[in-house]
């Protein structure tokens, strides 16, 4: 049973434009959530993190909102460029535990130019 | 240099075989981690390592092994490796006194196994 869900696979936008990937989670324990991004060939690398007191962290051209009550969260871009185009994961960790990741299954987001 | 290295990067193997895909890191971290990626699905936990002495089963450890043979060092095996293992597998590190959580787990850049 998916604890973390990325129900879209996929996502094209152009450039400029803004990005929006969605993550639902069903575990309430979890308080901790992680965006990565992956490249082909490439390991993810860590792109954002949100914790469960806020619910919005800004990075830049990035910022993740989180909605507790809806159990959902969100990665906006903007604006997109090409370079940005990669499979994102949504993680998350549950509160007091180790670092262990449980991941969505991923959006590969293409921006074109 | 990087500083998570899998090897190899590509393998085909039989069903059957006993195969050991190996990961090293220059960070210095106490932490690993093997993950496998299948398509359509994110990263799963086989097994994770908090130090030398110590390791744990993750989310799908059934039919890995693991070996922590150095701080820099773990490994993973498959004792017979069946088809359904057929996928992408990464290593990471972390290091939690470098503050946030999850936000200090490097990946590899993977190993892609193929099982015929």
């Known amino acids: 049973d998916q604890q973390v869900k990325q129900n879209s696979p996929s996502l094209s936008v152009q450039e400029g434009r803004i990005s929006i990937l969605n993550c639902d989670y069903t575990n309430s324990m979890f308080d901790y959530f992680l965006w990565y991004k992956k490249y082909p060939a490439e390991g993810p690398t860590f792109l954002i993190s949100i914790s469960s007191i806020k619910d919005k962290n800004e990075d830049g051209r990035f910022t993740v909102f989180l909605n507790k009550s809806a159990k959902h969260l969100s990665l906006h871009i903007v604006p997109s460029q090409p370079g940005d185009s990669a499979v994102y994961f949504c993680?998350?960790?549950?509160?007091?535990?180790?670092?262990?990741?449980?991941f969505g299954k991923g959006t590969k987001l293409t921006v074109n130019p | 240099d990087a500083d998570v290295t899998q090897t190899p990067r590509n393998r085909i193997t039989k069903t059957g075989k006993r195969i050991m895909l190996e990961c090293s890191q220059t960070?210095?971290?106490?932490?690993m981690y093997w993950y496998r990626q299948d398509p359509g699905l994110g990263l799963r936990l086989i097994y994770y390592?908090?130090?030398?002495?110590?390791?744990n089963k993750g989310e799908i450890s059934d039919g890995y092994s693991v070996s922590r043979q150095a701080q820099a060092k773990f490994s993973l095996s498959l004792e017979s490796a069946i088809p359904n293992q057929t996928a992408l597998y990464f290593c990471?590190?972390?290091?939690?006194?470098?503050?946030?959580?999850?936000?200090?787990?490097?990946f590899g850049p993977g190993t892609r196994l193929l099982v015929l």
């Open positions: 990471a590190t972390s290091d939690p006194s470098l503050g946030g959580r999850g936000e200090t787990q490097y």
């Open positions: 993680a998350a960790l549950t509160q007091g535990g180790s670092e262990k990741l449980v």
């Open positions: 390592s908090f130090d030398v002495k110590d390791i």
């Open positions: 960070k210095g971290h106490d932490r």
